[in-house]
C-alpha cells in the first residue's frame, strides 16, 4: 500500500467547470419532466400567500438585459418565498396591443389600407405570438420559474372581458367622458399620447416677441399701444384666441424706439435687451386685474384676442402677457374655458394647417413656423427672432415631436378620483421611500387621462352613438359586449355591425329608427395592462387581490404603477399593490444609456450560450437594482470568478465528505471542538444575515455576504488549516469527523441560500447530498439555530482572529527576508500577554495548526520578548525555520521525523495514524 493511499483526499464527481450553458439546459429539462414547479406549490397550497404580480412587458423583439435584470429579480424573490413558508405562484405575462406591433408589420411590407381593420388585426395577433413565444423562451432559459404554459396575455378574449368590465364600471361611476381638450398628438403616430408615452429630447426652437395692438383699452391704455407676447411655438399664432396677465403684477406702458408697447414691469429691461430696443422709457403703469377684459387685435387675422386673468402668468421668462391657444395647450384650455373663448386647432392629424388657419391650409406644423414668422414680420407685428435650444416632448415610439392638439377624446376623470388615488398612494408600501412621493407627484399634478387612441390593434372603446351622436354606455351595452369579446375576442368589434354588437331588442331614446353606430378608437395600452389587477389578480384562482408586490423598472411611476392604482382605485377604492419595489436602468460599463444605435447593448441569449444563466442571475445579485446598474463583459468576467470562488469552494466541502454519512457521522454539536462550534455559528449568522436581506430585497448584500463567508471565513481560515485533519487523519478519526459535520452543514445551508440566485448550480450541489428532498427547490430555507454560549464563542474567536492577523503579517515579513517559505515552513515563538495567554488556553485547540505552521512554542510573558521580536498589542512573535525533516506524508517539519523506525518517513503522529489504521503501509524489518 503506498504512503499516499493512507490520505483521505477527497474525491466527487462535481466538476470543477461547471459548463453551465450545457448543463443548465439539462437541469431545466429535468425540472420540466418532473414539474418541480407544481411539486413546489402543491407543497404550498396550504400556506399564507405572497403575490408577486408580473408586470407585462411589451411583446416584441428578444428580450434584453434590462428583462433579464426585471425577471430574475422577480424569480429570486418567488423562489425564496416559496423556500420560506408562503404560496407564491408565479404567472408572467405579456402586453401585446399598440403601436410597435402595427409598425413592425409595416416594416415587414404589410399593406394595411389594402385589408380590412380585422384582418389587419389578426396579423397583429399572430405577431404578437410569435413574440411571446419568443421571449417565453428567453425567459425560461434563465432559470425563471412559473406558469409558463398559462400566462395571462392581454389580447386573450378573457382579459379583454375583463378590461371591458373595468371600463363600464368607471363608466358607471361618471368617470368616463369625452371632450375637445388638448392632448399630446403624434402627428408621426396619428395618435393621441398618453403622459407615459412621452419622452424629452434637446430641441432648436425658434422664440419670437410679438406685438398685438390694442383695440379696446378700456380707457386705460390708447390705440397707439401694443401687448408684447413671446412664444417659442409661431406655430400656434394662428391659434390665438386671448392674452392672459397675473391679476397682482405691476404692468409697464413704455415708450421703446419711438412705438409704445405694454408688458410687466420687472421684465422691461430683460425684453428690452432680448428685443434690442435702445431708448426705452416707462410712461405708466398699471395692476394685471385692471386690464381684464381689454382686447387686442390678432397680428394674422381679422379677430381680436381678450385679455384675460390667469395665476398660471409667471415672470421666469417671457413678457408677463401669455400668449393664449385654448386648442392648444393644457392651462390656456382651462382658462380659455372660464373665459368662455372657445377652443381652435387648425391642424389635422398628419400635423398640418386646415382652412381654419388661412394661408396656410396644408403645410406641416413645424415648417409653419417660418411661413408665421414672416408673415408676422411684413404685418410689422414680429418684434424679434431668435433660437434655442430647449427640452421638448417627443413620441417614445417614432422618437418624432409630438403636439398640444385639441381633438375629441375619450378621457377618464381623474379629477373625481384624484384624492382617493393620493390617499390610496400613501398606504402603500414603498422599498423606495421616495417612490411615494414620486407617485404622488405625479397623480396631484396630471390631467385627465386621454384614454382613446385613433390606432386599430388594440382593446376597442365599447361606446355607441345614436342617430343624434349622443354616446350610449349602459350596464347592459357593456355587459353585453364584455361576453362578445369573452367568447369571440375584441376582433368582434370590426367584423360586425353595431346592431349586431347590442344587445336582442336594444332600445335607446337617441335613436327612434334603431339605428346605431360604434365608436372606432381603441384604448390607451396604458388601459390594458393597467386592468391586469382585474384580469389577473382577480382572475385566477391561485392568485389574489390586492398583490403583495408589483416589482418594475423606475419608468412605470409613469405607467403600470400609475395606470394600475388609477383603476383600481376608480374601481374597487384600494391600490392594487401592498408594496412596490422599482429597480433602476440598465446602462453599459460606462454609464451610457443601452443603444443598438451605439452598440451597446447586450443580449441575455449570447451571454448564456457563452457563461451560462446563472452567471446573469449572480450578477443581478451583485448590483444595487434599486439604482441604475452597469453591465459589460468585464463586469461579468469580474462575476464568474466569484461564481468559480463559490462553486470551488462548494466543490472542496463535497469533496471531503464523499465519505460522510450524515445520519451515521455527525457530530452534535456540544460535543463538537471549539472552533468547530465557531464555524457553525459564523454559518448561523450567515444564514439570518442573507435572510434578513432576502426579506429586505437587498440581493447585492447577499452576494457580499456570501462571497465573504466562501472567501474570509472559510478559504482563508477553516479550509486552509482543514487539509491538516481531514487528509491526514483517520477515516473515522473525531476530529475529521467533526469538521465533516460543519463542511456538511454549511453545504446543505449554502445550496438552500443559493437556490433563489444559482438554481442550476445549487441543484448540482444538491444531487451530490444525502438529503430527503430530491431537489433544493423543494427544500425549506434553513432555520436560524440558538447556540449555547454563542456571544462567548464569538468573543473567544474574535479575539484569536486578530491574533491570527498579526501572526500573518509577522510570516509575510518572515517570508520577504527569505526565512521561510510557505507558513508551514515556519516555527512560531510567541510571547503573549496574560490575557492572551489565558485565551490561548480557552480555545483549548491546536494554536499551530489553526495558524498553518510546523512548530509552535508559548514562551514567557510579552515582556521578556527578545529585541528580535515582532511587537503586537496583544504579543510579541518571533519567527523562524522549523527545526526537523519534512514528514512525508502531513509536509510538516518536525523534529520526530523517523522517530518510529517501521515509518523512517513519517512524523510521530503520522506513524500512529497509520500504525493504527494502515499498518500495511508500514516498513518492517525484512524490508
Request: one cysteine or more.
Amino acid at each position: 500500500m503506498k504512503m499516499k493511499e493512507t490520505l483521505q483526499l477527497g474525491k466527487t464527481s462535481f466538476p470543477m467547470r461547471g459548463n453551465l450553458p450545457v448543463r443548465e439546459m439539462e437541469w431545466q429539462k429535468d425540472w420540466a419532466e418532473a414539474d418541480v414547479y407544481e411539486q413546489r406549490q402543491k407543497l404550498n397550497e396550504t400556506k399564507p400567500t405572497f403575490i408577486l404580480h408580473d408586470g407585462p412587458p411589451y411583446a416584441n423583439g428578444n428580450i434584453h438585459i434590462g428583462h433579464a435584470l426585471n425577471k430574475i429579480s422577480k424569480d429570486i424573490i418567488i423562489r425564496y418565498k416559496s423556500m420560506s413558508g408562503f404560496r407564491s405562484p408565479y404567472v408572467p405575462g405579456w402586453d401585446t396591443h399598440g403601436l410597435p406591433i402595427e409598425q413592425a408589420l409595416t416594416n415587414k411590407g404589410v399593406k394595411r389600407k389594402e385589408m380590412s381593420v380585422a384582418e389587419f388585426r389578426k396579423l397583429c395577433e399572430q405577431y404578437a405570438w410569435e413574440q411571446i413565444n419568443k421571449q417565453r423562451e428567453d425567459f425560461k432559459r434563465l432559470g425563471v420559474a412559473g406558469e409558463w404554459d398559462h400566462p395571462y396575455v392581454t389580447l386573450t378574449p378573457d382579459y379583454e372581458e375583463a378590461q371591458i368590465r373595468v371600463f363600464g364600471k368607471m363608466a358607471e361611476k361618471g368617470y368616463i367622458y369625452k371632450g375637445l381638450k388638448p392632448i399630446y398628438w403624434s402627428p408621426s403616430s396619428e395618435s393621441a399620447l398618453a403622459e407615459a408615452e412621452i419622452e424629452y429630447k434637446d430641441v432648436k426652437s425658434p422664440s419670437i416677441y410679438v406685438a398685438f395692438k390694442i383695440v379696446d383699452g378700456k380707457g386705460l391704455i390708447d390705440e397707439a399701444t401694443s401687448l408684447v407676447i413671446w412664444t417659442t411655438t409661431p406655430w400656434t399664432i394662428p391659434s390665438n384666441l386671448g392674452i392672459a396677465v397675473h391679476p397682482e403684477y405691476e404692468y409697464a406702458v413704455v415708450v421703446a424706439d419711438g412705438k409704445k408697447y405694454v408688458l410687466a414691469k420687472e421684465l422691461v429691461e430683460t425684453v428690452a435687451e432680448e428685443i434690442g430696443w435702445k431708448q426705452v422709457e416707462v410712461i405708466s403703469e398699471l395692476k394685471g386685474k385692471d386690464m381684464e377684459f381689454m382686447t387686442a387685435q390678432h397680428p394674422l387675422y381679422d379677430r381680436t384676442s381678450l385679455v384675460i386673468l390667469g395665476d398660471h402668468v409667471t415672470l421666469d421668462a417671457g413678457t408677463g402677457l401669455v400668449h393664449t391657444a385654448p386648442g392648444h395647450g393644457d392651462d390656456d384650455y382651462i382658462i380659455g374655458q372660464k373665459y368662455k373663448l372657445g377652443v381652435l386647432s387648425p391642424i389635422d392629424d398628419r400635423g398640418c394647417f386646415t382652412d381654419e388657419a388661412p394661408g396656410l391650409e396644408g403645410v406641416f406644423y413645424d415648417k409653419g413656423n417660418k411661413i408665421i414668422t414672416d408673415m408676422l414680420e411684413e404685418k410689422g407685428a414680429l418684434l424679434s427672432l431668435s433660437f434655442f435650444m430647449h427640452s421638448y416632448p417627443h413620441d417614445w415610439r417614432t422618437k418624432k415631436p409630438v403636439i398640444f392638439r385639441a381633438t375629441p377624446q375619450w378621457f377618464a376623470s381623474i379629477d373625481k378620483v384624484r384624492e382617493d388615488i393620493l390617499n390610496a398612494v400613501e398606504g402603500v408600501e414603498w422599498v423606495q421611500k421616495w417612490g411615494m412621493q414620486r407617485l404622488y407627484n405625479m397623480v396631484r399634478d396630471r390631467g385627465d387621462w386621454v384614454i382613446s387612441r385613433q390606432r386599430a390593434w388594440g382593446v376597442p372603446l365599447p361606446i355607441f352613438y345614436g342617430e343624434n351622436g349622443e354616446p350610449i354606455i349602459t350596464p347592459e351595452t357593456i355587459d353585453h359586449v364584455a361576453k362578445l369579446f369573452g367568447e369571440y375576442g375584441s376582433n368582434i368589434w370590426f367584423e360586425r355591425e353595431a346592431k349586431d354588437l347590442l344587445p336582442k331588442g336594444f332600445v335607446h331614446p337617441s335613436s327612434p329608427n334603431n339605428s346605431f353606430t360604434k365608436e372606432t378608437d381603441i384604448m390607451d395600452v396604458w388601459f390594458d395592462s393597467g386592468s391586469s389587477h382585474e384580469a389577473v389578480l382577480k382572475g385566477r384562482a391561485n392568485l389574489s387581490f390586492p398583490a403583495d408586490m408589483y416589482l418594475e423598472g423606475s419608468d412605470q411611476y409613469r405607467g403600470w404603477f400609475n395606470s394600475s392604482i388609477t383603476t383600481s382605485v376608480a374601481i374597487n377604492g384600494v391600490a392594487p399593490y401592498k408594496t412596490v419595489l422599482s429597480q433602476g436602468m440598465v446602462l453599459d460599463g460606462e454609464g451610457r444609456k443601452m443603444s443598438k444605435s451605439i452598440g451597446n447593448t447586450m443580449s441575455p441569449d449570447k451571454v448564456t450560450k457563452q457563461m451560462g444563466a446563472d452567471i446573469i442571475r449572480l450578477w443581478v445579485s451583485s448590483v444595487d437594482t434599486q439604482a441604475d446598474v452597469r453591465v459589460s463583459d468585464d463586469i461579468l468576467k469580474q462575476v464568474s470568478e466569484v461564481y468559480r470562488k463559490i462553486r470551488n469552494t462548494m466543490r472542496f466541502l463535497l469533496a471531503n465528505t464523499s465519505d460522510f454519512q450524515p445520519a451515521e457521522h455527525t457530530v452534535e454539536f456540544s460535543d463538537l471542538r471549539s472552533v468547530d462550534k465557531y464555524m457553525l455559528i459564523r454559518l448561523n449568522q450567515l444564514v439570518e444575515k442573507v435572510e434578513k436581506n432576502y426579506d429586505k430585497y437587498e440581493f447585492s448584500a447577499i452576494y457580499q455576504l456570501i462571497n465573504n463567508f466562501c472567501t474570509v471565513d472559510l478559504s482563508q481560515f477553516y479550509l486552509d488549516f482543514a487539509k491538516d485533519v481531514v487528509y491526514i487523519e483517520a477515516e473515522d478519526a473525531y476530529e475529521r469527523r467533526a469538521m465533516q459535520t460543519v463542511f456538511y452543514e454549511v453545504v446543505v445551508k449554502m445550496a438552500k441560500l443559493l437556490t433563489p440566485i444559482l438554481p442550476h448550480t445549487a441543484e448540482e450541489i444538491w444531487a451530490h447530498l444525502s438529503e430527503e428532498e430530491v431537489y433544493v427547490q423543494l427544500a425549506e430555507m434553513p432555520q436560524v439555530e440558538e447556540y449555547e454560549n454563542e456571544s462567548e464563542l464569538l468573543d473567544m474567536w474574535g479575539a484569536f482572529m486578530d491574533i491570527r492577523q498579526d501572526v500573518q503579517k509577522a510570516l509575510e515579513e518572515a517570508r520577504n527576508e527569505k526565512k521561510i517559505g510557505k507558513s508551514f515552513e515556519a516555527k512560531l515563538t510567541l510571547y503573549p500577554t496574560e490575557q492572551t495567554k489565558d485565551l490561548f488556553v480557552s480555545l483549548n485547540s491546536n494554536i499551530g495548526q489553526l495558524l498553518i505552521v510546523s512548530e509552535l512554542e508559548i514562551a514567557g510573558d510579552k515582556k521578556e520578548a527578545p529585541e528580535t521580536a515582532l511587537q503586537f498589542d496583544s504579543l510579541a512573535i518571533v519567527v523562524e525555520h522549523a527545526h526537523g525533516e519534512t514528514c512525508e506524508r502531513c509536509r510538516a517539519i518536525k523534529e520526530d521525523v523517523g522517530v518510529n523506525k517501521s515509518a523512517p518517513t513519517l512524523c510521530a503522529r503520522c506513524a500512529a495514524i497509520v500504525s493504527e489504521n494502515y499498518p500495511e503501509a508500514l516498513v518492517t524489518e525484512t524490508d
